[in-house]
Structure formats: C-alpha cells, structure tokens
C-alpha cells in the first residue's frame, strides 16, 4: 500500500542525534488535534487544503497527520525520530520524510506553508533555525511558529531546567518517565482544588485551565517533555518580534495561556 515517502539526508554534515527525543516520540504520541489548532492560529487546518506545506521538526509526525488528509503534499523534517514519523504516516501517499538537522537544512524547494511547532526553542539556536523556516516558504506563503515564552515560566527556567542540569540528565528516559508520572499526578491537586478559584494573578492560571481540558497521556506527554529535552530556550516577545520584523506582512503575535507564544505572517516578495 501507498505510503509516506522517505528521502536521503539533502545535507553532507554529519549531525549528533539526541536519543532522548526518539525514546520520547516513540512512546508518547501528540495525538491532540484541538491543540495543533490552537498554536497555528488565526491559521486553522482548512487553510492547509491543496497547499505543499514543510513541517520544521516533525517529531513522530503526529501533525503531519492533522494536515496530510487536506494538503497537497506535505514534507516532514527531523533529525532523531523519522523513523517514527514514517510509521505513523505510512497511510499517507502525499507525505515525504527528511532526516536532516533543521539548522543545516537546504532544500531546492519553496512551500505555501512551513511551520515549526514546539521546536524552535530546543534548537542550538533558534533564531538561526527560523531563518531556515522562513527561507522555505514562497513570496506569499505562510509561516507559522509556536515557541515557550521567556514570560510567564519563571518556575520552568529555575527550577526545572536547574534540575535537568544537576540530575535529570543523569536518569534513565524510563526513570524520567515515572518521575512525569508522579509529578503530572500531584498537580492535579491544585489544578481542581486552588486553581478553580478565580485567581487570575496566581502562575500558570491560565495554563491551567487547558489542563482540565486535556487527557491524563497528554498532561503526562507535556510533563516529560519538560523533564527530557536535552536543552530548552525561553523566548520573548522581542525576539519573536524580530523574527518577523522583515519580509513579512500580515504577522500575529499572541501570548497563548501565558506560558508560551504562538506567531504567524505572510512572507513579502522578494
């Protein structure tokens, strides 16, 4: 049966993989399409139909998924589970995979939509890995990103990421995973006792409130996540502002649920 195609690495660098990301995506799935929808906007999947689109990090293709069944074609790249990405496609015959480093990525391609979702920020650098986004998106087309906020995640770039340094890196991704476990369990608590409350001024209230609305896997899936990734960059506004201040029209920039920022523009002529 028909299914996604896989390509050969376009670049000759040599890249490191990072293991915990493969172990991650192959046993947990983003499989929330209500979330996708959210970080993407004002874009909204329909606006993907009969469009040649690149995912920028596709992970275990769960997006790829989401917009495969409207668009045209779509290419996925990523350097450390395209083999997961490839497996949970393979029901699609317009999907294309990469393995490559999206820093060092160099297609003879231009698309009507690149988009990098929840990737950016655990680049080496992110704003080099944006340019590579932009750049392969046509005059007129769209670019979308969704990054975690420098705003609103005090308690995440203190403690959490002091914790990956001391200690966390030295656990099995297993051992990581029941800590996920533990942690996602215990904050259940205040979510549906104290954060009921109206207590707007309290951190992490509105992230909260999506909390309620998804289920315990993809609660846990957001708590390891933090826990594993090797590195993760904290963006502010300015900088996302200056990833967008030229060549584009257009351009959105919102805050979404306080923790991170979600930012789309059309790319000008050249």
């Given at each position: 049966?028909?299914?996604?195609?896989?390509?050969?690495n376009?670049?000759?660098?040599v890249?490191?993989?990072?293991?915990e990301?493969?172990?991650?995506?192959?046993h947990?799935e983003?499989?929330?399409r209500?979330?996708?929808?959210?970080?993407?906007?004002?874009l909204?999947?329909?606006?993907?139909?009969?469009?040649t689109?690149l995912?920028?990090g596709?992970g275990?293709?769960?997006?790829?998924s989401?917009?495969?069944p409207?668009?045209?074609r779509?290419v996925g790249?990523?350097l450390?589970?395209?083999?997961?990405?490839?497996e949970?496609t393979?029901?699609?015959d317009n999907?294309e995979?990469i393995e490559?480093d999206?820093a060092?990525?160099?297609l003879?391609?231009?698309?009507d939509i690149?988009?990098?979702?929840?990737v950016l920020h655990?680049?080496d650098?992110p704003t080099r890995?944006?340019?590579v986004v932009?750049r392969?998106?046509?005059?007129?087309?769209r670019v979308?990103?969704w990054v975690?906020?420098h705003?609103g995640?005090?308690l995440?770039?203190?403690?959490v990421e002091?914790?990956?340094?001391l200690f966390l890196?030295?656990?099995?991704?297993?051992?990581?995973r029941t800590?996920?476990?533990v942690?996602?369990?215990?904050?259940?608590?205040?979510?549906?006792t104290?954060?009921r409350?109206p207590i707007?001024?309290?951190p992490y209230?509105e992230?909260?409130?999506?909390?309620?609305?998804l289920?315990?896997?993809r609660n846990?899936l957001n708590?390891?996540d933090k826990?594993?990734?090797?590195?993760?960059?904290?963006?502010t506004r300015?900088?996302?502002e200056?990833w967008?201040?030229?060549g584009?029209?257009n351009?959105h920039i919102?805050?979404?649920?306080g923790?991170?920022?979600?930012a789309?523009g059309?790319?000008?002529s050249?």
């Amino acid at each position: 049966m028909p299914g996604a195609k896989r390509r050969e690495n376009p670049t000759s660098v040599v890249q490191e993989k990072q293991d915990e990301w493969a172990w991650q995506w192959s046993h947990f799935e983003d499989d929330s399409r209500w979330l996708f929808s959210e970080w993407i906007r004002p874009l909204e999947i329909e606006d993907f139909r009969e469009k040649t689109v690149l995912d920028c990090g596709c992970g275990g293709g769960q997006h790829l998924s989401f917009v495969a069944p409207v668009c045209r074609r779509a290419v996925g790249v990523d350097l450390n589970a395209i083999a997961i990405a490839s497996e949970r496609t393979r029901s699609f015959d317009n999907v294309e995979l990469i393995e490559a480093d999206l820093a060092d990525l160099d297609l003879d391609e231009r698309f009507d939509i690149t988009y990098s979702i929840g990737v950016l920020h655990h680049t080496d650098d992110p704003t080099r890995s944006f340019e590579v986004v932009k750049r392969h998106c046509r005059p007129g087309g769209r670019v979308a990103v969704w990054v975690y906020s420098h705003e609103g995640n005090f308690l995440n770039r203190t403690l959490v990421e002091s914790a990956k340094r001391l200690f966390l890196h030295k656990l099995s991704r297993s051992a990581i995973r029941t800590l996920a476990h533990v942690l996602t369990a215990l904050v259940y608590v205040p979510v549906h006792t104290v954060y009921r409350l109206p207590i707007r001024f309290a951190p992490y209230y509105e992230y909260f409130c999506n909390w309620r609305k998804l289920p315990y896997r993809r609660n846990l899936l957001n708590v390891f996540d933090k826990l594993n990734a090797p590195q993760t960059h904290f963006i502010t506004r300015s900088q996302v502002e200056s990833w967008f201040a030229h060549g584009f029209e257009n351009v959105h920039i919102t805050p979404y649920k306080g923790v991170s920022w979600r930012a789309s523009g059309t790319k000008e002529s050249e």
